[in-house]
């Protein structure tokens, strides 16, 4: 049996659920992702917000023929690409269901799979992540770096992020007010939503291969995202620097003593190649911490800056009454029943 948000037990009430979609040059993928969806949510009511992140094909096209003839389908279109993380929080931005899903335009994201979180989140779960039992028609190369990924986030980062989980989350309205009252800027989601805790469960899945098109992650996206997902979460590369310093510095205090006795005892050789593999090593060391201080001074310099995390263009068939949070959080009390 489970408790409802406010106390009595009982299933949750569902007034509307918000299907929240990121969607850039997707032409051929989108319309079999409309008729999935509302096929999959026959008997549930809710809104299908699409977030166009700067689309350069015909998609801008296929959303606004979408939103005329189903007012179900908000479209937000961006001002240019902002980046699928940004575009998924544009989307959630302007969702109003009291339950949210977030999930990707190719069809990767089964939205059957929708139904099995709701029921979770009717028992009460307030955050439900799908997890992938399996991949279908994904790269070697990309499920390589995806599991080194997250071997690497699960050493370095404070979140525990269960491996295989991506960005499709069912979310309460409760949980999704405290994640859009983080506006940073080099956003990784998935974390964000385990941060803000609540209650979490997990929903087995098997992640299909791409309907149509390829993927829009280029190998610097994906780069990008991998140091925004553990500069967000993690300070230890900066901690790992410091150790190293350390670590070499007493190298170099015990090597002193030990060319002072070798001088003293005259079996010293002058070695030019050993001073220049040191002095190499530790320009590069050096080089490298400097670096990683570099990535984090640089994410400080964009949030101190304050812009807007994103821009739009125009809305289609979003209600007046949705503001979205940038660049003010939104207050929970006033969100909550719209669209009843
Ligand atoms: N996407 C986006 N902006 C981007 C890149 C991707 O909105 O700059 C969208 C894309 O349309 C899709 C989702 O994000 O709906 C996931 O992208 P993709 O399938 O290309 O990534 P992959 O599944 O290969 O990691
Ligand atoms: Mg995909």
């Given at each position: 049996m489970s408790t409802s948000v406010n106390g009595e037990?009982?299933?949750?009430?569902?007034?509307?659920?918000?299907?929240?979609?990121?969607?850039?040059?997707?032409?051929?993928?989108?319309?079999?992702?409309?008729?999935?969806?509302?096929?999959?949510?026959?008997?549930?009511?809710?809104?299908l917000v699409l977030v166009d992140d700067g689309s350069t094909d015909t998609t801008p096209a296929a959303l606004d023929r979408l939103a005329g003839v189903d007012p179900r389908v908000h479209v937000v279109f961006l001002s240019r690409n902002f980046g699928h993380q940004t575009a998924l929080?544009?989307?959630?931005?302007?969702?109003?269901?009291?339950?949210?899903?977030?999930?990707?335009?190719?069809?990767?994201?089964?939205?059957?799979?929708?139904?099995?979180?709701?029921?979770?989140?009717?028992?009460?779960?307030?955050?439900?992540?799908?997890?992938?039992?399996?991949?279908?028609?994904?790269?070697?190369?990309?499920?390589?770096?995806?599991?080194?990924?997250?071997?690497?986030?699960?050493?370095?980062?404070?979140?525990?992020?269960?491996h295989n989980s991506g960005d499709f989350r069912l979310l309460d309205r409760a949980a999704l007010n405290a994640l859009l009252s983080m506006r940073e800027r080099n956003r990784f989601l998935r974390g964000m939503t385990v941060w803000v805790g609540y209650r979490q469960a997990a929903v087995p899945y098997r992640r299909d291969a791409r309907y149509a098109?390829?993927?829009?992650?280029?190998?610097?996206?994906?780069?990008?995202?991998?140091?925004?997902?553990?500069?967000?979460?993690?300070?230890?590369?900066?901690?790992?620097?410091?150790?190293?310093?350390?670590?070499?510095?007493?190298?170099?205090?015990?090597?002193?003593?030990?060319?002072?006795?070798?001088?003293?005892?005259?079996?010293?050789?002058?070695?030019?190649?050993?001073?220049?593999?040191?002095?190499?090593?530790?320009?590069?060391?050096?080089?490298?911490?400097?670096?990683?201080?570099?990535?984090?001074?640089g994410r400080i310099y964009d949030e101190v800056k304050g812009r807007p995390l994103y821009l739009v263009r125009s809305r289609v068939n979003v209600p007046e009454d949705v503001t979205p949070a940038s660049p003010l959080p939104p207050v929970a009390a006033d969100r909550e029943g719209i669209g009843e």
């Open positions: 037990s009982g299933p949750r009430p569902l007034a509307l659920l918000s299907v929240v979609a990121p969607v850039y040059n997707e032409e051929a993928t989108i319309d079999e992702f409309y008729s999935r969806v509302c096929s999959a949510l026959e008997d549930v009511r809710f809104e929080t544009a989307g959630l931005d302007h969702a109003r269901g009291n339950a949210v899903v977030m999930l990707d335009a190719d069809l990767q994201d089964p939205p059957e799979v929708i139904l099995r979180m709701l029921d979770q989140w009717r028992a009460g779960c307030d955050v439900v992540y799908a997890v992938r039992e399996q991949r279908e028609g994904e790269s070697r190369f990309k499920l390589a770096t995806a599991n080194w990924f997250y071997r690497l986030f699960d050493k370095l980062a404070q979140v525990d992020l269960q098109g390829h993927t829009k992650y280029t190998l610097p996206k994906m780069m990008k995202f991998s140091l925004d997902a553990i500069s967000s979460f993690s300070h230890r590369p900066l901690q790992l620097a410091t150790l190293f310093g350390f670590l070499i510095s007493t190298l170099a205090f015990v090597a002193i003593p030990v060319v002072i006795v070798l001088r003293i005892l005259g079996s010293y050789l002058p070695g030019f190649s050993s001073i220049t593999i040191a002095v190499l090593l530790l320009g590069g060391i050096q080089l490298i911490a400097i670096g990683i201080i570099g990535e984090y001074v």
